[in-house]
């Protein structure tokens, strides 16, 4: 079993969650997809796994524990898996209502789990997260491990083959089972409704008529036969069935449900089959064992201490060769005749105790010799030197110093995004940034709690602070000029009105055509417009205005202007996706025909038209205008 890392939760998930829960959308978890590669760097900023092999459909649900716990849940088996793969990651998708999937959280291991063929084993396993979401829209990922059930073919075989035998002796039993001979001799006997007269049998009549008397009659007789209860007393033994116990019988479901049922439905247990000095640990797999067993790089973190070389330090040591070499030099060694021919000489003897004396005998100093500021500590060899040098993690570059010594040292929001939270007085809020605060002295009045400001700091006695509340009505601007704040002024708003544009039957907006356009935007007095127009149908459309001119779309009667005044329209006009000019409809200076044709646009108030001469055109139809409200 693979041992995979905390789930991380990435920033999409985190960006998507949080518009989730403002917008009051759904987030469903989509489908977990199951990789044999892994992101080394920056996971949290992928939408995907490295090497996708496998995907699974999911279902969640809320934790019956913690209400706001979503727990997510895929089953793997193998039952179509080819091919051996390894799972080293995993990642869970999900989707904000109806918006594109996104990858929610990511997760991997360094051994990840090998997942077998079909025709070797059958393999399956459960991945089962929790998320929770806290009330400040903090998320909490757990990953729930769980084992690999497995199964090897010849264990699956074996209990085929034992179903096999029991259905076979089943098969073979001729006590449950009526051979053709015995039904063919038990439907050849005579059934109920055959009868013989007593009269066709001589002498039967006297008889009878003797021993009637001494006979059961006709209800007697009735009555036995009906008497379901064992009349004579028959038992068991005499029937065959002495070893039988009178106990409920499982049924031929029963009986193969029992068959089927391998979760120890007899409670065996380990002590009844010998294994009672076995724990119930999770035990490691043949290729983890195997990657434990090969592992040189003391996978225990075995110590010197521990195998008793504390004292034996880390360096290169001398081989055996230079050992060899070093040993049988007679230059640097002396041999026992050399030490007693001098130990025998009776003048230099001092000289020779002197040179050969290496232990300083003059009393020479490290300041003397040019070394006083050289410490006695171990020196790192070229080698240490060489490799901590080079080592770019914990070394900084000049790069790296120009970057942060030239970033931002304010934050101006909390670490994760969010608004800093503000408390006591608006007024002690002079650093740039965003806070949110509800209560705080010297608020705006007219505003409602809590309230979102965004602080400008020119310096200590200049600073700007901008508030809006959380119903978004409300906007005030004040400012401290000098070391003293000015009132808060509040900003007037903008009532503005957006009427989506009324086409005419078959004319439909171009597949261009993006969200703020085909709409009427009335600002107090002044309207504007902007309408992208579908070129096919505006050539397939047999409505007109008049003889020439197509209808498009319908303007509201209170929003639409007059033809009798021209100069109140300012750059109402029409141009196709691709052009740079617009076409002012109704100015007075259009001198050819086909443009005049086009200023037919606008002769009915309610009707926007197009002139029939734009048929010939290849591009869909931008239509834009601006006017004030008529009087």
């Known amino acids: 079993m693979g041992y995979f890392i905390q789930p991380i939760l990435t920033d999409k998930a985190s960006s998507e969650t949080a518009l989730a829960i403002q917008n009051r959308e759904p987030l469903v978890f989509t489908r977990i997809a199951l990789g044999s590669g892994r992101h080394r760097t920056d996971a949290g900023k992928k939408n995907d796994v490295a090497q996708v092999v496998h995907s699974l459909q999911v279902a969640q649900s809320i934790s019956t524990e913690t209400a ?108 449950r089972h009526v051979s053709v001979e015995e039904r ?105 064992f195997d990657a434990h067993a090969t592992n040189h790089n003391n996978p225990h973190n075995v110590t010197k201490s521990q195998v008793g070389l504390a004292n034996v330090t880390n360096v290169e040591q001398a081989s055996k060769t230079d050992f060899d070499a070093h040993s049988r030099d007679t230059t640097k060694h002396i041999t026992q005749q050399e030490r007693t021919a001098w130990n025998g000489k009776a003048d230099g003897r001092t000289l020779t105790d002197h040179t050969g004396n290496h232990n300083n005998p003059h009393g020479v100093t490290k300041t003397q010799v040019g070394l006083g500021n050289v410490v006695n500590v171990e020196q790192a060899s070229k080698s240490e030197f060489n490799s901590h040098s080079q080592n770019s993690t914990i070394h900084v570059s000049s790069v790296d110093k120009n970057r942060w010594n030239n970033a931002q040292l304010i934050k101006l929001t909390n670490d994760n995004g969010s608004a800093k939270t503000a408390t006591g007085n608006w007024d002690s809020y002079v650093e740039s940034g965003m806070y949110t605060g509800a209560g705080l002295t010297n608020s705006p009045k007219g505003s409602r709690s809590p309230l979102y400001v965004t602080v400008t700091k020119i310096d200590g006695q200049n600073v700007m602070q901008q508030a809006v509340d959380n119903m978004n009505t409300f906007t005030a601007v004040r400012t401290k000029v000098n070391g003293a704040w000015g009132s808060w002024q509040v900003l007037p708003r903008l009532d503005m009105k957006v009427i989506p544009i009324q086409f005419i039957p078959g004319i439909l907006p171009s597949k261009l055509a993006t969200e703020e356009m085909n709409k009427i935007y009335v600002i107090g007095n002044w309207i504007s417009l902007i309408a992208v127009i579908d070129k096919d149908s505006i050539n397939k459309s047999k409505t007109t205005i008049e003889y020439g001119v197509k209808s498009l779309f319908k303007l509201p009667k209170e929003y639409a202007f007059s033809n009798r005044n021209p100069n109140n329209v300012s750059k109402l006009g029409y141009e196709s996706f691709g052009e740079d000019h617009i076409y002012d409809f109704l100015e007075p200076n259009f001198n050819d025909k086909a443009r005049y044709e086009e200023g037919k646009y606008y002769r009915n108030q309610e009707i926007v038209g197009c002139s029939a001469s734009y048929q010939g055109e290849t591009r869909d139809l931008i239509i834009t205008g601006s006017w004030l409200k008529p009087k």
């Open 68 to 175: 706001d716990t979503i727990r997510i849940v895929a089953r793997l088996d193998n039952s179509r898996i080819e091919r051996e793969m390894v799972v080293n990651e995993i990642g869970v998708f999900a989707k904000r209502g109806n918006y594109e999937e996104f990858m929610y959280m990511y997760t991997w291991a360094e051994q990840g789990d090998v997942i077998p063929p079909k025709t070797s084993a059958y393999v399956y396993r459960d991945y089962d997260f929790n998320t929770t979401i806290s009330k400040n829209s903090q998320i909490t990922i757990q990953y729930n491990a769980n084992n690999l059930v497995y199964a090897s073919i010849s264990e699956l075989k074996s209990t085929e083959a034992k179903l096999q035998n029991n259905i076979d002796n089943h098969s073979r039993d001729t006590s």
């Open 184 to 288: 063919t001799k038990w439907n050849g006997k005579a059934d109920a409704t055959h009868r013989h007269k007593v009269a066709d049998i001589d002498g039967l009549e006297a008889i009878i008529g003797n021993q009637t008397t001494n006979k059961a009659n006709q209800a007697d007789l009735t009555g036995h036969i009906q008497n379901q209860n064992n009349p004579h007393n028959v038992t068991k033994q005499q029937v065959g069935l002495g070893n039988v116990t009178n106990v409920e019988q499982a049924s031929k479901q029963d009986f193969q449900h029992h068959l089927d049922n391998h979760n120890n439905p007899h409670s065996v247990t380990k002590a009844q089959i010998g294994l009672e000095n076995v724990t119930n640990v999770e035990q490691a797999s043949k290729q983890e």
